[in-house]
């Protein structure tokens, strides 16, 4: 709706910075300094623009008019790494979304770190966004004390790709769980059985038991503990001994899932599939197998996240799971503004299907 | 610093919602949604804490704050496309060092679109950030009235990875012309003289003549012509004939790489080599040779920009121009900090030096 945008920007019968700056005698950027707060303007010119700016009635600002009609025409979107395809994706379907119903979009970025989120949520109340969508890395009731505070603030809340069952909030999510079992399930029905899990959750050292795997993963991302749910699922439904050798931990870096695969490449029994959550860990996976003098599909066969235009000119190309990622963003946008219009929040998660694109990185096991 | 963080957000001595909300008698939510502007309030409840507020001085808040002490700790960024994971780096660089000098940092993408860019701009100033760091779409005089609007309202602006010759800017850009003349220079000594340049600028047609394509480029992104000066700058000191067939035309997208490559391929005197200037140009290139039964660096000797772990993992490896992306944030923010911190701008254009990494997709021209 570009006519309520235009609208909201118009400030129409409201005197500008020039009017201000005719009336008290000086130029347009003096007049703009003392008004914005920025830059050095002597103590006298700065007493005159204050003046002609109250005389005209100039601090009918955008604050004000926001406290008059409730809306800013601004979503705020806080996501957890912005270099991220994944994110960048999302964030350009809220912006598509929002842009198309007459709103803008501002991101911060928290580097999977609590406190910048915190602080970013902080940020944007100052800012005095409408709404906020999130990809929170908070786990747990004592970590979203900021999300309840934005809503009691009368900010309605959206989470994006990850689910904080403490809280009762919109959500908009993929199918992580089945999405994994899927791919897992595929590389079973190649024959494959010693199937390496790239990543795992960030634990210190490999946990000994399922129990203790699955216990470490509910206290870390959301997102990744449904994938790992999802390979435990077609492991099971194989019937297939989970075997904690196979599962890597420690950090989430692409260094990292290099040596954890050139470890499980060195095992006596070693593995001959592999699935990888996430970008860096295909890519991670891939510098292991080179290093090793093995190839794939032929040594081991290979399934990832996400999706990219580099999977599909590898040589051979990456069998991939692609997320929707854009759909995820204009879900997570119309959840938000249709409550901005005056929805009732329906405070369910909403579940995308992703999808596998066959390629060429899975063969069948040798016999 | 974070101690000027703190202080930044702790708002000491301001009443907090909850104390409005005690001395109206109402909810905290529902003083919150009332000072918010956000959601139903009954209009006697409205009033109630709309008195409470005044009576306690709640509107103190973060705007009248920083009409006083002339900082919101707040940087604005607008860059062309935030999932170019070029830009997603810049951001990286410039949310590190502001961060570590107690500012945060919110972004906006304008998906190449100048009138995006302008309500960016617009929002910027809206939400009163303290400087802004643009990756601008504007290319001429008509198309800078957003950018010259910030600085009148006393905004610094740095403009990073992009010059805009009509504005007298602080700017942070990379080596685009020497980087992309190295590059092709390194194809020539292999003994290439039919170079591939794949992105040109986006005419409809191709430019029949040297200066005809010269005058398009100027009409286009900045980045984009220096990158095409650079080509142009090694075949000249090789004393190669410029042939406007190898240069790709139409719009930068990676469908129309890889058609403009099967095209070039297609040619009697076809390429032996490629100079791609994009990500996207690389992936749609290596699509076209796939397509024509082609590999590299045996059939076709290929270079582009920018470095990436996908780069890395393909077989063969390519052999790819990186850009200090994480440099090039750091610099345009320590620029804008300064400024912010009282050093005159120096209007000046910083160059950052860019790397190309010999891999091994350049193989000497068969004789």
Same mark, same amino acid.
């Given at each position: 709706?570009?006519?309520?945008?235009?609208?909201?920007?118009?400030?129409?019968?409201?005197?500008?910075?020039?009017?201000?700056?005719?009336?008290?005698?000086?130029?347009?950027?003096?007049?703009?300094?003392?008004?914005?707060?920025?830059?050095?303007?002597?103590?006298?010119?700065?007493?005159?623009?204050?003046?002609?700016?109250?005389?005209?009635?100039?601090?009918?600002?955008?604050?004000? *008019?926001?406290?008059?009609?409730?809306?800013?025409?601004?979503?705020?979107?806080?996501?957890?790494?912005?270099?991220?395809?994944?994110?960048?994706?999302?964030?350009?379907?809220?912006?598509?979304?929002?842009?198309?119903?007459?709103?803008?979009?501002?991101?911060?970025?928290?580097?999977?770190?609590?406190?910048?989120?915190?602080?970013?949520?902080?940020?944007?109340?100052?800012?005095?966004?409408?709404?906020?969508?999130?990809?929170?890395?908070?786990?747990?009731?004592?970590?979203?004390?900021?999300?309840?505070?934005?809503?009691?603030?009368?900010?309605?809340?959206?989470?994006?790709?990850?689910?904080?069952?403490?809280?009762?909030?919109?959500?908009?999510?993929?199918?992580?769980?089945?999405?994994?079992?899927?791919?897992?399930?595929?590389?079973?029905?190649?024959?494959?059985?010693?199937?390496?899990?790239?990543?795992?959750?960030?634990?210190?050292?490999?946990?000994?038991?399922?129990?203790?795997?699955?216990?470490?993963?509910?206290?870390?991302?959301?997102?990744?503990?449904?994938?790992?749910?999802?390979?435990?699922?077609?492991?099971?439904?194989?019937?297939?001994?989970?075997?904690?050798?196979?599962?890597?931990?420690?950090?989430?870096?692409?260094?990292?899932?290099?040596?954890?695969?050139?470890?499980?490449?060195?095992?006596?029994?070693?593995?001959?599939?592999?699935?990888?959550?996430?970008?860096?860990?295909?890519?991670?996976?891939?510098?292991?197998?080179?290093?090793?003098?093995?190839?794939?599909?032929?040594?081991?066969?290979?399934?990832?996240?996400?999706?990219?235009?580099?999977?599909?000119?590898?040589?051979?190309?990456?069998?991939?799971?692609?997320?929707?990622?854009?759909?995820?963003?204009?879900?997570?946008?119309?959840?938000?503004?249709?409550?901005?219009?005056?929805?009732?929040?329906?405070?369910?998660?909403?579940?995308?299907?992703? *999808?596998?694109?066959?390629?060429?990185?899975v063969a069948p096991l040798p016999t």
């Amino acid at each position: 709706m570009p006519a309520e945008r235009g609208q909201g920007r118009a400030e129409r019968g409201r005197p500008t910075i020039s009017e201000v700056a005719a009336e008290a005698g000086v130029g347009r950027a003096t007049a703009g300094r003392t008004l914005g707060g920025y830059g050095y303007v002597s103590p006298e010119l700065r007493e005159r623009v204050l003046a002609a700016a109250e005389k005209l009635g100039y601090r009918a600002n955008a604050l004000a *008019r926001s406290m008059s009609t409730g809306v800013t025409h601004t979503l705020g979107v806080i996501v957890a790494d912005i270099g991220n395809p994944f994110f960048a994706g999302v964030v350009r379907g809220i912006c598509d979304t929002s842009r198309a119903r007459g709103f803008d979009t501002i991101v911060l970025s928290t580097y999977e770190n609590l406190e910048e989120e915190i602080a970013a949520t902080n940020v944007l109340i100052d800012k005095r966004v409408d709404g906020v969508i999130i990809a929170s890395a908070a786990v747990d009731k004592r970590e979203v004390a900021h999300i309840e505070a934005a809503m009691d603030r009368g900010i309605p809340v959206v989470l994006v790709d990850r689910a904080i069952s403490a809280l009762d909030l919109d959500a908009v999510v993929i199918d992580n769980r089945d999405a994994a079992r899927e791919a897992v399930e595929t590389l079973i029905e190649a024959g494959h059985r010693r199937i390496g899990f790239v990543w795992g959750p960030p634990a210190p050292q490999a946990p000994a038991t399922r129990r203790e795997l699955l216990a470490e993963a509910s206290r870390n991302l959301w997102t990744d503990g449904e994938r790992l749910r999802g390979y435990l699922d077609a492991l099971d439904d194989a019937r297939i001994p989970f075997d904690p050798e196979l599962v890597m931990v420690g950090p989430k870096v692409e260094e990292r899932a290099t040596q954890e695969v050139a470890r499980m490449l060195a095992l006596p029994d070693r593995i001959t599939a592999l699935f990888c959550t996430e970008t860096d860990a295909v890519t991670g996976a891939l510098r292991a197998l080179r290093a090793a003098g093995l190839s794939y599909p032929r040594d081991v066969a290979l399934i990832g996240f996400d999706d990219s235009a580099w999977a599909a000119v590898m040589e051979p190309p990456l069998t991939m799971i692609e997320q929707p990622v854009h759909q995820l963003g204009e879900k997570a946008a119309q959840m938000l503004l249709d409550t901005l219009d005056g929805a009732e929040p329906r405070r369910e998660m909403h579940t995308l299907r992703s *999808r596998m694109i066959r390629r060429s990185s899975v063969a069948p096991l040798p016999t």
